[in-house]
């Protein structure tokens, strides 16, 4: 196996966070491990390791019945395919991957191959905000805007103090920045924070981690967003960053940011 699995456990809820090599984007896949079901958050960027996760959860002995895709960009649903399941996700995210899906695989197949989709495997189910009941377990879904993007999916588990907040937090991972939405995005974090609701946070990228992960992030996005108002360029930018916090990990992430940051030079 080429990627990492961290296992989280609380009472009756066990949930498996898959996060992929560098060349994935090390991007997580959640497994919500129920008592009877797997509940699949995100799909991966590339194929072979949408296989991985899905021979791992094989070996559980349960089937997935649910996949939600919690945003619209590729490292989350690109490796869809793989499971024989249909996707949920927000209506946002419905509308965006059927606007942009296409492109996304045109850009990216000549290059990756095979170890990307064909096409794209678009969502057929809405998920609404909202609380729900799977299999005897208290879920909540919920709406995140004008964060890392426009509009994604989070899925808590209020009663175990669990939450998987996706791409709303990084850890230890450089962030997809191309939104530029520094403040909000902030604003939805120190919202979760002063909440005090959860223990265990689930992030879209790096390992499983506490509350700490907030201020963590917090501080990435304060240094991020002063370091782009003071850079004149994508390099200075870049070395600025890495600089300033040299343990955060995959400059493959971080030079995504360069056609959405600094468009012109791109």
Same mark, same amino acid.
């Given at each position: 196996m080429q990627g990492n699995?961290? *296992? =989280?456990?609380?009472? #009756?809820?066990?949930? $498996?966070?898959y996060t992929s090599p560098e060349n994935g984007w090390s991007v997580n896949s959640?497994?919500? !491990?129920? %008592?009877?079901? &797997?509940?699949l958050v995100d799909a991966q960027l590339l194929i072979p390791y949408a296989k991985e996760v899905a021979g791992y959860a094989a070996e559980l002995g349960k089937p997935i019945t649910w996949l939600y895709v919690t945003h619209h960009h590729p490292d989350h649903y690109f490796g869809a395919q793989v499971f024989d399941i249909k996707v949920s996700a927000l209506h946002q995210t419905a509308e965006m991957?059927?606007? =942009?899906? #296409?492109?996304? *695989?045109?850009?990216? $197949? %000549? /290059? &990756?191959g095979e170890l990307v989709p064909g096409k794209v495997h678009k969502p057929e189910i809405v998920i609404a905000p909202g609380y729900d009941v799977i #299999?005897?377990?208290?879920?909540?879904?919920? $709406?995140?805007t004008n964060a890392e993007t426009a509009d994604a999916l989070m899925i808590a588990f209020p009663k175990h103090g669990v939450i998987i907040t996706q791409d709303l937090i990084?850890?230890?991972?450089?962030?997809? &920045?191309g939104e530029m939405a520094f403040e909000t995005w902030r604003n939805d974090i120190k919202a979760l924070q002063k909440s005090k609701a959860y223990d265990h946070i689930l992030p879209g990228h790096g390992a499983p981690g506490g509350p700490e992960l907030y201020q963590q992030m917090? #501080?990435?996005?304060?240094?991020a967003g002063n370091v782009y108002d003071q850079s004149k360029s994508f390099?200075?930018?870049? +070395?600025? &960053? =890495?600089?300033?916090? %040299?343990?955060?990990? +995959?400059?493959? *992430?971080?030079?995504?940011? !360069? /056609?959405?940051?600094?468009?012109?030079?791109?």
């Amino acid at each position: 196996m080429q990627g990492n699995f961290a *296992v =989280t456990k609380v009472n #009756d809820l066990t949930i $498996h966070t898959y996060t992929s090599p560098e060349n994935g984007w090390s991007v997580n896949s959640h497994i919500v !491990e129920l %008592p009877t079901q &797997l509940l699949l958050v995100d799909a991966q960027l590339l194929i072979p390791y949408a296989k991985e996760v899905a021979g791992y959860a094989a070996e559980l002995g349960k089937p997935i019945t649910w996949l939600y895709v919690t945003h619209h960009h590729p490292d989350h649903y690109f490796g869809a395919q793989v499971f024989d399941i249909k996707v949920s996700a927000l209506h946002q995210t419905a509308e965006m991957i059927a606007a =942009t899906g #296409d492109a996304y *695989v045109k850009a990216m $197949h %000549p /290059r &990756l191959g095979e170890l990307v989709p064909g096409k794209v495997h678009k969502p057929e189910i809405v998920i609404a905000p909202g609380y729900d009941v799977i #299999d005897g377990v208290d879920i909540e879904f919920i $709406h995140s805007t004008n964060a890392e993007t426009a509009d994604a999916l989070m899925i808590a588990f209020p009663k175990h103090g669990v939450i998987i907040t996706q791409d709303l937090i990084y850890n230890n991972i450089h962030a997809f &920045l191309g939104e530029m939405a520094f403040e909000t995005w902030r604003n939805d974090i120190k919202a979760l924070q002063k909440s005090k609701a959860y223990d265990h946070i689930l992030p879209g990228h790096g390992a499983p981690g506490g509350p700490e992960l907030y201020q963590q992030m917090l #501080d990435y996005l304060e240094l991020a967003g002063n370091v782009y108002d003071q850079s004149k360029s994508f390099e200075e930018f870049v +070395n600025l &960053l =890495t600089s300033a916090c %040299p343990n955060r990990q +995959n400059q493959i *992430v971080l030079k995504v940011n !360069e /056609r959405y940051l600094y468009p012109k030079k791109s």
